[in-house]
């Protein structure tokens, strides 16, 4: 047992033998978070001094940051690591060395499915639930006809609630464990659970195609595959190990914290970030959340920017500035120039755009010491930009698969550009983030010695920290006893009775008008980008022409009479041809442009809406103001450390969409080539009919983040103040009762003390 482990055990058992002379919040608070630290030490410290052991590199990041892709493109000449079709279908993966390549599967422990299918019931109890209140709302919110209630002709029929609309009111946990029940209907679950199966194949290839069964999309016993573990034959792997996470947004919880568990043994770490939503607040509280407790080096965190391809999708202005910044090179390496500009313009973005999100967070008050000292590194280094996809489909060129041949076609059309397979290399970034691994490497033992000392001086920091917020706790007690008696007690308690009911009123007040100008944003947003959509609408008309030659009868008498006779009398002549036509894949290109420009736009608006700094000091002086702070018995900070306790931070929604169907009705009625005359009129209306669709469906999605805010602040409104009240209430209670004891108590105080000074946490 390590001291740090023994430090622990000290402050936890100071805190359990003195909690009744803490209040109640501050001792749960502390039992918690040291009790979770004990536990994640010991584990982390056992895998940190394996002798010989490898060097572990974590690729984390939300769901659908392109981790896998990432990976694929990184150490695979052929797609190995399935890309998940939703998030419930991910796995934890480990890749590792071997010569010979075979995989190892993990499936999920009896007690994890049974939880999983206890939340799939769960599911189908919401969903009855939720649409039971859909269509009450939908017959309370039918207008009234001109003719009152009489009664029609012809009856309405009951409007259906979309399946869509009655799962987005669903926790994604519910529905990610509902679907892999589903999904495991056929199975004999109790045959595989709690069980490992190792896959060997003659090839690489083979055994990514036995994996399919396993972690595929449509796999067998992919509903069941909690992990699996992939060994190759490829020097780069020698002595590293690398795992690709689900995300900690991972909605089965029992993965998620196997995939933390897994995180606190690694050694470096590549935080993955789409570009179009880069370095998001979730992100930022994985890295402040999940790293600052791992004991990873933080000169060996890098921020890495996925899908670098959709750029040209996200902001068209950088290909016009690298076009014209392109100009003053000769006509012939244009191309070239054009190419390296978007890449630096697009870099300095990102840079941008990471500094403003570190720097904001950096700002916090309450940021802890271990957090700055990160993001302070993170700041400083560059973040790396990757495309996975012109990594593939510079491999593959010029044999495209279908669907890499339209990505490439796509890629072309935007830029106006051909890429060639090195533009379309140095463009990927691959080979640069391949140097960085391998430098990582090299720094194998510099690293994995590290990680110990880090492990340990983390828990110290903590440690450290928590005793002296502790003595502070223990003093600010001791002078509250000191300069309070019974009666001045009384006194504040009957305040806040007499203040209860005309208090509770200033802080709905508060919390309404915040209410109100954030929905008041999300409604502005939502007519932006109805307006924004008007861009999207036009498809370019181009003019196909070919040259026919047509026999025609000359005229004059001569040539009638050539004619007559069989023996001429004829010429020829050019007739050109002009047909319009249109690309479906322009149409195809708008409508997953403007979907996804729409959809990162409003995620990004939700994550930032609401100022959670300035409405905790809204509500805090709200609630103080419940009371008479003239009186010298009322206690400022007393009042303000409870308030804020109380408040807790809005987790904007996870916004998702999906216009594959959308698509798929374009494709179905105009396939994916060109088509001509009078079906260019039926493309331009299929196309502003899509458009309309999924301009309805982002209507929707803020009409639900609108609700979804609505009912933040109803329930802040319900709960906080008799949270607020009650908490005082309680805690004003305990002390009336250690001051009838003031005497044990203070003396109970002071022991406690002095025990704990006399910790050693150093």
Request: charge should be negative.
């Given at each position: ?8 055990k000290?402050?936890?058992s ?5 909690q009744?002379?803490l209040?109640?919040?501050?001792s ?13 030490l ?9 002798d010989?052991?490898n060097?572990?590199i ?6 659908k ?9 990184l150490?695979?000449?052929?797609d ?11 796995a ?5 060395y ?8 993990e ?6 499915w049974?939880g999983?299918a ?9 969903y009855?639930?939720v ?6 709302e ?8 001109l003719f009152?209630?009489?009664?029609k ?5 009951p409007k259906?609630?979309e399946?869509a609309l ?15 029940v589903?999904m495991a209907?056929q ?7 709690g069980?490992?199966k ?10 990514a195609?036995e ?9 067998k016993f ?14 780069r ?10 995300g ?5 919880i029992?993965?998620?914290?196997q995939?933390?568990t897994?995180?606190?043994?690694c050694?470096?770490?590549?935080l993955?970030s ?6 998001t607040?979730?992100d ?5 959340e999940q790293?600052?407790?791992s004991?990873i ?5 890098f ?7 959709l ?15 392109a ?9 070239q ?7 630096q313009?697009?870099d300095q973005?990102?840079?941008q755009?990471?500094?403003?999100q570190?720097?904001q967070?950096?700002?916090?008050p ?7 000292a990160?993001?302070?590194?993170i700041q ?29 076609d ?6 106006g550009?051909?890429?060639?397979v ?5 463009f990927?970034n ?6 960085v ?5 090299e ?7 590290a990680?110990?000392?880090l492990l ?13 917020e502790?003595?502070k706790l223990?003093k ?7 300069s309070q ?15 209860l009911?005309?208090?509770?009123s200033?802080?709905?007040y508060?919390?309404?008008q915040?209410?109100?100008t954030?929905n008041h ?14 861009a999207?609408?036009?498809i370019s008309?181009?003019e ?5 030659y047509?026999?025609?009868e ?5 040539s009638g009479?050539a ?10 002549r050019?007739?050109i041809i002009?047909?319009p ?7 195809i290109e708008q ?8 959809v990162?736009q409003?995620?990004r ?6 100022d959670m ?23 400022v900070?007393f009042?303000k450390l409870?308030?804020?306790q ?5 987790e904007p ?7 594959s ?9 105009f ?6 005359n009078s ?11 899509a458009?309309?669709?999924i ?17 933040y602040?109803?329930?802040m409104?319900?709960?906080l103040?008799n ?9 004003l209670?305990?002390l ?16 406690f003390?002095?025990?704990l ?6």
């Amino acid at each position: 047992m390590t001291n740090q482990s023994l430090k622990i055990k000290s402050l936890l058992s100071q805190i359990q033998n003195h909690q009744s002379l803490l209040f109640a919040s501050d001792s749960q608070k502390y039992l918690s978070e040291l009790s979770n630290m004990e536990k994640t030490l010991d584990t982390n410290m056992r895998a940190a001094q394996e002798d010989g052991r490898n060097l572990r590199i974590a690729i984390v990041g939300q769901m659908k940051a392109g981790k896998s892709s990432f990976l694929n493109a990184l150490l695979f000449p052929v797609d190995v690591l399935p890309k998940a079709a939703t998030p419930m279908t991910a796995a934890l993966t480990r890749i590792g060395y071997a010569e010979k390549p075979y995989a190892e599967i993990e499936f999920y422990s009896v007690d994890d499915w049974s939880g999983i299918a206890q939340s799939a019931i769960e599911y189908h109890t919401q969903y009855r639930t939720v649409e039971q209140q859909l269509s009450q709302e939908e017959h309370e919110q039918t207008p009234i006809s001109l003719f009152g209630n009489m009664k029609k002709l012809v009856p309405n029929k009951p409007k259906v609630i979309e399946p869509a609309l009655i799962q987005s009111k669903i926790s994604e946990e519910l529905r990610s464990c509902r679907e892999l029940v589903d999904m495991a209907q056929q199975l004999n679950t109790q045959e595989y659970l709690g069980t490992k199966k190792r896959i060997e194949a003659a090839s690489l290839e083979d055994l990514a195609s036995e994996l399919k069964n396993y972690v595929g999309s449509q796999g067998k016993f992919t509903a069941i595959t909690k992990m699996f573990s992939i060994y190759i034959n490829d020097e780069r792997l020698q002595g590293i190990e690398i795992y690709d996470t689900p995300g900690f947004n991972d909605p089965v919880i029992s993965r998620g914290q196997q995939t933390r568990t897994f995180l606190g043994q690694c050694d470096v770490v590549f935080l993955l970030s789409i570009v179009s939503q880069f370095l998001t607040v979730s992100d930022l509280r994985l890295l402040r959340e999940q790293l600052t407790a791992s004991g990873i080096d933080s000169k060996a965190v890098f921020l890495v920017g996925s899908q670098r391809d959709l750029v040209f999708r996200m902001d068209r202005q950088i290909l016009i500035s690298a076009k014209l910044a392109a100009q003053r090179y000769p006509e012939d390496v244009r191309p070239q120039a054009t190419i390296a500009a978007m890449m630096q313009l697009l870099d300095q973005k990102i840079q941008q755009m990471t500094e403003t999100q570190i720097m904001q967070h950096l700002n916090n008050p309450d940021l802890d010491d271990a957090s700055k000292a990160l993001l302070s590194v993170i700041q400083g280094s560059k973040p790396r930009l990757i495309s996975a996809l012109t990594w593939r489909i510079a491999e593959d060129l010029p044999k495209l698969s279908s669907e890499l041949q339209e990505q490439y076609d796509a890629l072309c059309f935007d830029t106006g550009l051909n890429f060639d397979v090195e533009q379309l290399k140095a463009f990927s970034n691959i080979i640069h983030l391949r140097k960085v691994i391998e430098q990582q490497k090299e720094r194998k033992q510099e690293l994995t010695q590290a990680k110990v000392a880090l492990l340990l001086q983390g828990v110290e920091q903590r440690t450290q920290a928590i005793q002296q917020e502790l003595l502070k706790l223990i003093k600010e007690k001791i002078d509250l006893l000191d300069s309070q008696s019974i009666d001045q007690l009384n006194v504040q308690k009957q305040l806040i009775e007499k203040n209860l009911k005309n208090g509770r009123s200033k802080i709905e007040y508060t919390i309404h008008q915040e209410s109100s100008t954030v929905n008041h944003q999300v409604r502005a947003l939502s007519l932006q980008l109805q307006s924004e959509r008007q861009a999207f609408l036009s498809i370019s008309i181009s003019e196909d022409r070919k040259i026919e030659y047509e026999q025609y009868e000359k005229s004059g008498f001569w040539s009638g009479v050539a004619r007559f006779f069989g023996a001429g009398g004829y010429g020829t002549r050019e007739k050109i041809i002009v047909t319009p036509y249109a690309q479906v894949q322009d149409s195809i290109e708008q409508i997953e442009t403007f979907g996804n420009t729409a959809v990162g736009q409003l995620q990004r608006s939700l994550n930032s809406i609401i100022d959670m700094p300035k409405l905790r000091k809204n509500i805090v002086i709200a609630a103080i103001n419940l009371f008479d702070t003239s009186d010298p018995d009322f206690d400022v900070d007393f009042f303000k450390l409870q308030v804020s306790q109380c408040l807790e931070s809005y987790e904007p929604p996870k916004l998702n969409l999906n216009v594959s169907q959308v698509i798929d009705n374009i494709v179905a009625q105009f396939g994916l080539g060109k088509v001509t005359n009078s079906e260019i009129q039926q493309l331009k209306q299929a196309h502003h009919h899509a458009i309309a669709t999924i301009s309805e469906y982002i209507v929707q999605l803020t009409k639900q983040a609108e609700h979804d805010l609505e009912q933040y602040f109803e329930n802040m409104q319900q709960v906080l103040v008799n949270k607020i009240i009650g908490e005082i209430q309680i805690n004003l209670q305990s002390l009336m009762q250690q001051i009838a004891e003031k005497e044990n108590t203070l003396e109970n105080l002071n022991q406690f003390e002095r025990q704990l000074s006399s910790l050693n946490m150093t």
